[in-house]
Structure formats: structure tokens, C-alpha cells
């Protein structure tokens, strides 16, 4: 299926009764630094979704563009909807496509704060339906960042704003990167912060956590062939374990 905002009811049915996979991407609505869009999670997240969708005869989906990003915001522009809610949209649209005939749902998530009510929602979907629900949080990622990027992550493995996120918003919406306000920060962390949750704003002032100074679009597309491989695979494994479908109605305009 081509755009997410292209489709019309009988091409959902169609999509639907050949078997397509709807994926979801999930993002989030929060500050990356001086030089990156507030959507960056939501750019990432869609860009991955999309060339996941095409590899696997997926249903690409309009993506959801808020998240459970409570910890930016001490920063202008970041919108953080509560774990409950993440929890809630995503069980929602997962209950809505198996409803309507989805042997499973693929979430392709691009912030950390929605890793936890994702997982919950995916859970409980299948608890109540008997579908299931993959939520891939960019597979492999610390492994291919080390490779491929030139500078280190910050403290804990936080990549916020960094060489990877700047890189991957190049090769995807290259207009919407500011790299003359780009900035490296290396903040010193607390011994308590995995435990309280110290808010990111007390730790850096520009919101970058690592350096994004050195970030190239064609970086970015070797870091994206490489989550796309790990994903692919991922998602394909899940789709071979799916139920068949059920074929699409033959009246469909």
C-alpha cells in the first residue's frame, strides 16, 4: 500500500484480506537538541515502519505522533501523554485492526519512555483477543551505532540528539535538520538516575546527550539499511508463526 494517508476503506479490506501486516509507528513529540525537530521520534519511527512495510507486504499506518516522554519536559515544545494513555491509544488501534482482520499488528516504537506501556498494551491485546502484537524497538541498535557512528554514546547508553538520531533525520528530512546549531554535551549523571528518573533537563542544558557535530545523511542511511535488515527479520519471523487470512470480499470497489 503507498501513503498511510492515501487509503480508502476498500483498499484497508483488501490489504487486510491478502494477509498484509498493518505496522504501526509510534512516536513522540519531544525536544532533541537545538538542531533536531520536536518529531524526530516520530520521523525515525515512521521512516524505519516504512521500509519494513515494504519488505514484508506490510499496511503502512499513519503514525502516532505523541508519546510518554515525561522526562524532556522541562523543555519548550515537549508534549508527553501519560503511560496510561500510550497504554490505551495503542491497545485501541491493535483491538480496531484485529477486529477488523488482522492476524496480528507489527508497532515499530521510536522512543524509549514508550517501551513499557507498549509492551503492556501488546500484552493484553493478546490476552484478549488470541492475536499478537510486535512492538520492534529499533533491533540491534547499540551494536550497529558502535560500528558504524564515530563518537561514543553518553553516560548509561543514552543516544538523545546524538551522531545516530542527527544522521538518521538527515536521511530522511534533511530540510528539517539545523546542523549549524548542533552542539555536543556530555553530562554528568547522577550514581541514582536509572533508579529516579533524574528529568533530562537538569543534566543538559542543550538537550543533546552525546555529539551530533559529526552527522552525515549518508550515515544515516547505512544505520537505516541496518535496522531495516534486523527488523526485517524480526518482523518476518513474527509473520511466519500468524494465522492464515481471511481472503478480501470479491464486491470490493
Do not use: K
Request: negative net charge; hydrophobic residues 45%.
Amino acid at each position: 500500500m503507498s501513503h498511510p494517508h492515501s487509503a480508502a476503506w476498500p483498499d484497508a479490506a483488501r490489504a487486510l484480506g491478502r494477509g498484509a501486516l498493518p505496522i504501526l509507528p509510534f512516536g513522540a513529540h519531544e525536544q532533541h537538541g537545538p538542531h533536531l525537530p520536536l518529531a524526530t521520534d516520530t520521523v525515525m519511527a515512521a521512516g524505519l515502519a516504512g521500509r519494513i512495510a515494504e519488505q514484508v507486504d506490510g499496511w503502512l499506518l499513519p503514525a502516532v505522533t505523541y508519546g510518554h516522554t515525561v522526562g524532556n519536559d522541562g523543555f519548550p515544545g515537549t508534549v508527553s501523554l501519560s503511560f496510561e494513555t500510550v497504554r490505551a491509544v495503542a491497545a485501541d488501534i491493535c483491538r480496531a485492526l484485529v477486529r477488523q482482520g488482522a492476524r496480528g499488528v507489527v508497532v515499530v516504537n521510536g522512543d524509549f519512555g514508550n517501551r513499557a506501556p507498549l509492551e503492556l498494551a501488546a500484552q493484553q491485546v493478546r490476552a484478549e483477543t488470541s492475536r499478537p502484537v510486535l512492538v520492534v524497538n529499533y533491533p540491534g541498535l547499540a551494536e550497529i551505532a558502535a560500528e558504524l557512528c564515530t563518537t561514543a554514546p553518553a553516560g548509561w547508553g543514552l543516544m538523545h540528539a546524538d551522531e545516530f538520531e542527527t544522521s538518521v533525520v538527515l536521511a530522511l528530512e534533511p530540510e528539517h535538520v539545523r546542523m549549524e546549531r548542533a552542539v555536543a554535551e556530555y553530562p554528568d549523571f547522577p550514581a541514582t538516575f536509572p533508579e529516579l528518573s533524574e528529568p533530562l533537563h537538569r543534566l543538559s542544558r542543550s538537550g543533546v546527550f552525546g555529539d551530533p557535530t559529526p552527522a552525515t545523511a549518508e550515515l544515516g542511511r547505512r544505520l537505516l539499511d541496518r535496522l531495516t535488515d534486523r527488523a526485517v527479520a524480526l518482523v518476518s519471523e513474527f509473520r511466519r508463526a500468524l494465522p492464515a487470512a481471511n481472503p478480501p470480499p470479491a464486491d470490493l470497489g
